[in-house]
């Protein structure tokens, strides 16, 4: 939709549907009148609606959320973090399939509670710089970064600015040793990684790290890594 006063541009810069000849601020305040008639401008109602959503979705995925097998599921990773999080700390998610958990059962319940990265440009690697600004911009805040082991292969290095700068960034590192988003049995070439220790890196690097392998690890490890305040890394 473009709309012009003069009619002379409409649809000189992009491809134009539905071309309109007025006033902006007109047309927008008739736009948001009409908008007025719509369900979903209504917030209680669309409020419920996304939550009965969002419920059904949690739903299906439950047993994965809740899962007690061994390796960890991705999905009680992410469960996890949820349950032992205070309601302050901010959460950063970074890699593919892990990413995805993080945002099924990690509640958005303020402004800043959580940055997914992998958005439409789909970047991945910018986790850990990501929560070294946040825990810059929020000191007072406890910062959680969730990420996947290829993408916190791009930048773990920066550990050790973290450490340099007194950044106790917590970061919880779900290891496969592959590209989840294109891994498996069957994995294209180069998509499967060798078995890196974080923890030990994370130690060499001046941090704090700590490998677990069973899901009921997971609370207590993150317990002691948010109580370190001290840059720390959970593989």
């Known amino acids: 939709i473009h709309i012009d006063e003069t009619g002379s541009r409409l649809g000189d810069r992009v491809p134009t549907d539905i071309g309109i000849v007025a006033d902006v601020n007109t047309v927008l305040e008739q736009f948001i ?21 969002n419920e059904e979705y949690q739903a299906e995925f439950k047993s994965e959320l809740e899962s007690e097998e061994t390796p960890i ?3 009680r990773i992410a469960s996890e973090i949820a349950d032992i999080i205070d309601p302050s700390t901010r959460v950063i998610f970074d890699g593919g399939n892990i990413g995805k958990w993080g ?5 958005a319940e ?3 509670r959580w940055l997914r990265l992998k958005g439409p440009f789909a970047p991945l690697g910018l986790g850990l710089p990501s929560a070294m600004a946040a825990q810059l911009h929020a000191p007072q805040d406890d910062i959680v970064l969730l990420t996947g ?6 930048n773990v290095l920066e550990l050790e600015t973290a450490v340099q700068y007194n950044l106790p960034v917590t970061c919880v ?6 590209w989840g988003s294109v891994g498996g049995d069957e994995a294209p070439v180069g998509t499967q990684l060798s078995d890196t220790n974080f923890s030990e890196l994370a130690k060499d690097l001046g941090a704090q790290g700590e490998r677990i392998t069973d899901w009921d690890e997971l609370s207590p490890a993150l317990a002691r890594a948010v109580a370190s305040d001290e840059p720390y890394c959970i593989d």
Do not use: C, M
């Open 33 to 53: 009148d009409h908008a007025e008639s719509f369900t979903w401008n209504k917030p209680d109602e669309w409020i419920k609606t996304l939550e009965r959503a």
């Open 73 to 75: 599921a991705q999905g």
């Open 103 to 107: 945002k099924l059962a990690i509640s």
């Open 110 to 112: 303020r402004p800043g």
């Open 149 to 154: 082991d290829g993408s916190f292969g791009y």
């Open 173 to 178: 590192v779900a290891n496969n040793g592959q």
